[in-house]
C-alpha cells in the first residue's frame, strides 16, 4: 500500500505551513511543556539517583577507598553481597514482603466485597455505611498506628495504652511488630480497594448481570462469571496500589517496628538517607522502585490487554440490586460491629488518651486533664516540659503549614492532572497520548521514602539556574505535586474523557479558539471531576507523612511530622491531640467540599 | 450558496486507507447527500470539509478560494471555512441553555448583541423552538434537540451547512417530519447542503445530487433518479433501491454494435443505450438488472410473456411483494394495492426490455443503461 505523503519534494512554503501548524496549536505547545516538563520531574530524578549509586560519596572514602567522585560498585555489593546483606537488606525485605502480601490478601477482597454490598446488594442503611466505610481513608494511616498503640501499648513502650490500664498484659507480638503493621494497613488499605472496584461496579451495565439472570444462573454463578470477571481489572489495579503502598510506608512501620527491632525496607532506607549512607538509601530505593515495577508487570501480564472493558451502555444505567435475603440484617450488623470496632474506639480511644495524665490511668476524673491541649508551662505536671498544642507556637505553625502546603499543592496538583488527562484522553492511540499516560505513571512505581530521597538527593544542590531546594516550601510542593500525578491523572482522563470530543468540535466549527473552547466548553463541564479529584488530592497529601518525613526542616514542618515526632518521643497525648487536629481538618474539609462543592470520592476514579 | 471542489482526497488513519484518491465538485444551492454503508468513508470526507481531518493528499477549494492543500501543508482552521456542522450526537453544550448554544458561535464572530437576540430567534423560529430558548438540552426530547442543533449551525446564516446523520437518533414518524422540514429550509435558505446518511431513501427523497461511496471510494455521482435508474455498477445497484433489484445471470456477446444477452427470462438485442467502451470482446458473463416495479404479472398468458410460479406473497397494504420462480431465477416483484396469489400458482410475467440494465460480471461495470422519460 502507498504509504501517505510518499515521495514529495521538499519546499520552503510547506515546511513553513507545516512548523507554523505545529506552532500555532496551542494543543500542542500544552503538550510539548508537559513532555518536558514530566521528562524533568520524573526521568531526570530517577536517571541522576541511579548515578549516584556509581559514585563514591565523601563521606564513604575511607571506608571504601579511593576518591570521592569515582565511579564504585561498594554501595551496590554492600546492600547484595556483604556480610552486612542479611540484616540491611534481605531480612528487612523478607518482613516487607511478608507485610505487603497479607495486607493485599486480606485488604483486597475485604474492600471488593464491601464495594459489592453497597452498589450491588439491596444492603441496609448503606447512606451512613458509605460515610463510615470512606473515613479509614481520610485518617492517616500514621494517626491509625498512633491510636493502635493507644489500645495495645505496653510498658515496652513507655507509658501504657488501655489495655494494660484495665489490667491486661498485652504481649509484644501483638502490640508491636507485624501483626500490629498489617493490621493497621489492612484497616487503611482497603479503602483503595472499595473506592477502584464500586466506581467500576457502577459503571458495569445491570443489564448484564440481568441477562444472567434471565438464562438461569444463580446469584453466586451470575457474581462468579459476569461481575468478577468484569472488575477484575480494578481488583488487580488495587492489589498493585496497595502492594506498592504496604512496601513504601513508612509511618506505620516505623511507630509499630521500630519499638522490638522489626525493620522493614522502607525504614531501612529511611534510615540511611536520614543518617551518613546517603547513597546506601538512594540504591535501596532503585531496588523498591524494580520491585514496584515488578508488581506491575505481573499485573499487565495478568490482565494482558483487557485493561479495561467498554462496560457503559447507553441506557440501562440503573442498577438493580441484588437481594441478600435473609442474611441482609446480620450482614448489616457484622458490617456496623466492624466499622465501630476497627474505627469508632481506636477513635475514641486516640482522643480521650489525649484528656489523660497517665495513658492507660482510666478515665476517672482524677486522670483526665485539659493539660495536653491548653496547658502551660507553670502548670506543668512533673516530667513535662512541653506546653500544650494550642499554647504552642509550634503547633500553629506546623497546622499553618499543612494547610498551606495542601491547598496550594493540590491545586496545583488536580490543575497538571486535568491537563495531564486531556492530553491522554484527547491522544488515545497517538504517540504523545501514549507517552504522557506512561511518564506521569512512573512515580506511582517510586515508593514514597524512596520518592522524596531521590528529590532530596535532586535538589540540594543547585543545577544552572534552578538554587538548591533544600527546606524550601517549593521542594514540598513539588515533591507533593509530582508524586500524586499518578492519581491527579488518572481522575483527569476519567473526568475528560466524559467530556465528548464532538462537544469541542462543535465550538472548533464555530470558529472558538482553543483557549475559547476549554475556558467556555471544557471547563464548565469538568467542574464537578476537578472537584472530586482535587478532594482525592487534598486528602492524600494532608496526612501524608511517608513522603515528607525526610524533607522537614524546622521552619516547614507539618502537623503529620509534629505528630509523629511527639510519638517518637514518647509524648503519647501530645501526638493524640495533634493526630485529632488532623482528622477533624481533613474530614471538616470533605464534608464541606462534599455538601458544598459537589466532590465524591468514589466517583474520581472513572 | 457554495461550491466546493474536492480533489484526489487522500486520508489514512495509520496505514489504515480510509478515503481513496475523492474527486467530488458540490455545485452552489446543491443539496448533495453522501451515501453508502458505514465505514464507507462519507463521514470522513464531511469531516475533511469541515476542517476536522487533515487530509494526507488533495486539494480542497470553496468558491474557488483554496481550504486545503496537502502539498503545502495548507489546511484553513475550521472557523474560517465559512460552514457549520450539525452532529450526529448533535453536541449541544450540556451546560449551556438553548440560547446561549446558539448565541456561542455569534459571539465569538463579535457580532453585535442587538444582532445576535435576532438571529438567534430567527433560527429558533425558523425551526418553530422559540419557546425553548431558556431550556437546558437535557430537558428537551431527541426532536426537540434536534431542532436546536440544525437552529445553532443556521443561525450564522452559513455559506454551508454540513449535516452528518442528523436523523439517525429520530423515531421513525419524527424523520420523515424532518425530511420535509430540511427540504423546506434548503430551500429557503438557498444554502449548499452536504448531508452524510446510510438511508437511501433520505438520500432519494431530499438530495439533488446523491455521492455513492463504497469502501472509501466514490462510486457514481448523479441525481437521486438517475442514480436510482442506472446504477454504475453492480455494488450501487445492489446497494440502490428497497425492496433490492433482480439480478439475473447471462451469456452475452456483442457483435457489429447489437449487444445480445441469452438468460433464463429469455434472450434480449440491444443496439440503443449501450457503452460500447465498457463491453468486452468476444462471449462474456452478463447481469441483467431490473427493478422489482418494473415486472407486470398476469394470470393469463399474453404475447411475450414468460411462465412462472409464485414462490411466496408478501401484500402489505399499500403494496404487494411477491417473489416469482421463473425457471432457475427467482425475482421480485412489486404491484401496488392487494393482489391475492397462492402459493405455486401459475402465473404470465413481462417486462420492457428497454427497462433492463446490464452489467459484465467481471468488471462490475454498466454496459447498457436505462433512458429516463419523465412521464
Known amino acids: 500500500m502507498a504509504m501517505p505523503q510518499g515521495h514529495r519534494r521538499f519546499s520552503w512554503i510547506r515546511l513553513r505551513n507545516r512548523v507554523w501548524g505545529v506552532i500555532s496549536n496551542p494543543f500542542n505547545m500544552i503538550v510539548l511543556i508537559s513532555l518536558v516538563m514530566l521528562f524533568c520531574l520524573v526521568i531526570i530524578p530517577l536517571i541522576s539517583i541511579l548515578r549516584t549509586t556509581f559514585t563514591l560519596a565523601r563521606a564513604d572514602v575511607r571506608r571504601a577507598g579511593g576518591t570521592a567522585g569515582d565511579f564504585t560498585l561498594y554501595y551496590w555489593q554492600y546492600l547484595l553481597a556483604s556480610n552486612m546483606s542479611t540484616s540491611v537488606l534481605w531480612r528487612p525485605l523478607t518482613q516487607s514482603l511478608t507485610i505487603a502480601f497479607f495486607t493485599c490478601i486480606i485488604a483486597v477482597p475485604f474492600g471488593s466485597l464491601l464495594a459489592w454490598l453497597m452498589i450491588r446488594s439491596d444492603l441496609p442503611g448503606k447512606k451512613a455505611l458509605n460515610y463510615l466505610i470512606l473515613i479509614p481513608y481520610m485518617i492517616p494511616s500514621w494517626c491509625k498506628a498512633i491510636a493502635w498503640l493507644s489500645v495495645f501499648r505496653n510498658s515496652r513502650g513507655g507509658a501504657p495504652g488501655f489495655l494494660e490500664g484495665l489490667g491486661l498484659t498485652v504481649p509484644d507480638w501483638l502490640a508491636y511488630g507485624p501483626t500490629a503493621i498489617i493490621s493497621v494497613m489492612v484497616l487503611h488499605y482497603y479503602a483503595f480497594a472499595y473506592i477502584m472496584v464500586s466506581s467500576t461496579l457502577r459503571s458495569v451495565n445491570s443489564e448484564l448481570e440481568e441477562m444472567g439472570e434471565i438464562q438461569g444462573a444463580s446469584k453466586l454463578q451470575i457474581i462468579r462469571s459476569i461481575t468478577l470477571p468484569l472488575v477484575l481489572p480494578a481488583v488487580l489495579s488495587a492489589t498493585i496500589m496497595t502492594l506498592s503502598k504496604a512496601l513504601g510506608g513508612y509511618g506505620v512501620s516505623a511507630n509499630l517496628g521500630a519499638r522490638i527491632n522489626y525493620y522493614t525496607l522502607a525504614m531501612r532506607q529511611h534510615d540511611f538517607v536520614d543518617g551518613n549512607s546517603k547513597n546506601l538509601g538512594y540504591a535501596m530505593s532503585i531496588l523498591m522502585v524494580i520491585m514496584a515495577s515488578g508488581t506491575l508487570y505481573a499485573n499487565s501480564l495478568m490482565t494482558g490487554k483487557r485493561k479495561s472493558y467498554a462496560t ?198 464555530a470558529g472558538a479558539s482553543f483557549w475559547r473552547r476549554i475556558m467556555s466548553i471544557v471547563m464548565p463541564l469538568s467542574k464537578n471531576g476537578f472537584m472530586s479529584g482535587f478532594m482525592l488530592i487534598f486528602i492524600s497529601i494532608a496526612k501524608e507523612l511517608d513522603l515528607l518525613a525526610l524533607l522537614m526542616t524546622p521552619k516547614y514542618r507539618t502537623l503529620s511530622f509534629l505528630a509523629f515526632s511527639y510519638s517518637t518521643s514518647a509524648q503519647a497525648q501530645m501526638s493524640d491531640a495533634c493526630s485529632i487536629c488532623m482528622i477533624v481538618f481533613v474530614m471538616l474539609t470533605y464534608w464541606f467540599s462534599n455538601k458544598v462543592l459537589g466532590a465524591d470520592l468514589t466517583k474520581t476514579w472513572g | 450558496m457554495s461550491k466546493i471542489e474536492l480533489k484526489h482526497i487522500d486520508k489514512y488513519y495509520g496505514s489504515n486507507h480510509v478515503l481513496k484518491d475523492v474527486t467530488l465538485t458540490i455545485e452552489d444551492g446543491d443539496f448533495m447527500t453522501l451515501l453508502g454503508p458505514s465505514g464507507c468513508g462519507k463521514t470522513t470526507t464531511l469531516r475533511v470539509i469541515a476542517g476536522l481531518e487533515k487530509p494526507q493528499n488533495g486539494v480542497m477549494l470553496i468558491d474557488g478560494k483554496e481550504m486545503i492543500n496537502a502539498e503545502t501543508a495548507f489546511y484553513e482552521m475550521p472557523g474560517k471555512r465559512g460552514l457549520n456542522l450539525v452532529f450526529q450526537s448533535y453536541a449541544l453544550w450540556p451546560h449551556m441553555t438553548v440560547f446561549n448554544n446558539i448565541a456561542f458561535g455569534l459571539k465569538i464572530k463579535h457580532i453585535q448583541k442587538q444582532d445576535i437576540q435576532s438571529m438567534v430567534m430567527d433560527a429558533l423560529e425558523k425551526m418553530r423552538i422559540a419557546e425553548f430558548r431558556d431550556r437546558y438540552p437535557n430537558e428537551l426530547s431527541g426532536g426537540q434537540q434536534q431542532r436546536v442543533a440544525i437552529a445553532r449551525a443556521i443561525a450564522s446564516r452559513p455559506s454551508l451547512l454540513l449535516l452528518d446523520e442528523p436523523l439517525s437518533n ?89 449487444l445480445t444477452v441469452q438468460s433464463d427470462i429469455g434472450e434480449y438485442s440491444f443496439t440503443e443505450d449501450i457503452d460500447l467502451q465498457e463491453i468486452p470482446g468476444g462471449d462474456f458473463e452478463a447481469v441483467l438488472a431490473l427493478r422489482p416495479e418494473q415486472i407486470d404479472i398476469d394470470v393469463e398468458p399474453h404475447d411475450g410473456y414468460i411462465e412462472s410460479s409464485v414462490f411466496a406473497s408478501q401484500p402489505a397494504g399499500s403494496e404487494t411483494l411477491l417473489s416469482i420462480q421463473c425457471g432457475k431465477e427467482q425475482l421480485l416483484a412489486k404491484q401496488i394495492g392487494i393482489r391475492d396469489y397462492s402459493i405455486n400458482q401459475k402465473i404470465y410475467i413481462g417486462f420492457d426490455p428497454r427497462k433492463i440494465n446490464v452489467y459484465s460480471k467481471e468488471s462490475g461495470k454498466l454496459l447498457k443503461h436505462v433512458r429516463i422519460t419523465h412521464q
Open chain 1, 312 to 509: 457503559i451502555g447507553g441506557k440501562g444505567s440503573r442498577s438493580i440490586s441484588l437481594s441478600l435475603g435473609r442474611a441482609k440484617t446480620p450482614l448489616m450488623i457484622i458490617l456496623m460491629v466492624f466499622l465501630v470496632v476497627a474505627l469508632v474506639v481506636p477513635l475514641f480511644i486516640l482522643l480521650m488518651e489525649s484528656f489523660q495524665i497517665t495513658t492507660g490511668g482510666g478515665y476517672a476524673p482524677s486522670n483526665l486533664t485539659l493539660y495536653n491541649w491548653i496547658g502551660e508551662l507553670k502548670d506543668a505536671p512533673e516530667g513535662i516540659q512541653h506546653v500544650g498544642i494550642f499554647k504552642d507556637s509550634n503547633f500553629y505553625s506546623s497546622f499553618l503549614n499543612t494547610i498551606k502546603l495542601t491547598i496550594v499543592a493540590s491545586i496545583m496538583t488536580a490543575f497538571f492532572g486535568q491537563m495531564f488527562g486531556y492530553i491522554s484522553s484527547r491522544g488515545r492511540g497517538k504517540w504523545y497520548g501514549m507517552l504522557t499516560e506512561q511518564l506521569v505513571f512512573i512515580p506511582y512505581l517510586i515508593p514514597a521514602v524512596a520518592f522524596s530521597a531521590i528529590y532530596l538527593a535532586m535538589f540540594s544542590v543547585s543545577h544552572g539556574p534552578i538554587p538548591s531546594l533544600y527546606g524550601t516550601f517549593t521542594l514540598l510542593v513539588i515533591v507533593s505535586m509530582v508524586k500524586h500525578f499518578p492519581f491527579a491523572s488518572r481522575t483527569g482522563t476519567a473526568n475528560m474523557m466524559q467530556i465528548s470530543v464532538e462537544l469541542e468540535e462543535a465550538a472548533e466549527v
Open chain 2, 170 to 258: 429520530l423515531d421513525a414518524r419524527l424523520r420523515i417530519d424532518m425530511r420535509a422540514e430540511l427540504k423546506r429550509l434548503h430551500n429557503e435558505m438557498g444554502t449548499t447542503i452536504i448531508y452524510v446518511t446510510h438511508d437511501q431513501v433520505e438520500a432519494l427523497t431530499m438530495s439533488t445530487r446523491i455521492a455513492l461511496f463504497s469502501a472509501g471510494t466514490l462510486v457514481q455521482t448523479a441525481p437521486p433518479l438517475e442514480l436510482y435508474t442506472n446504477p454504475a455498477t453492480l455494488m450501487a445497484a445492489e446497494f440502490i433501491g428497497n425492496p433490492r433489484i433482480n439480478f439475473v445471470a447471462g451469456k452475452a456477446s456483442c457483435v457489429n454494435g447489437r
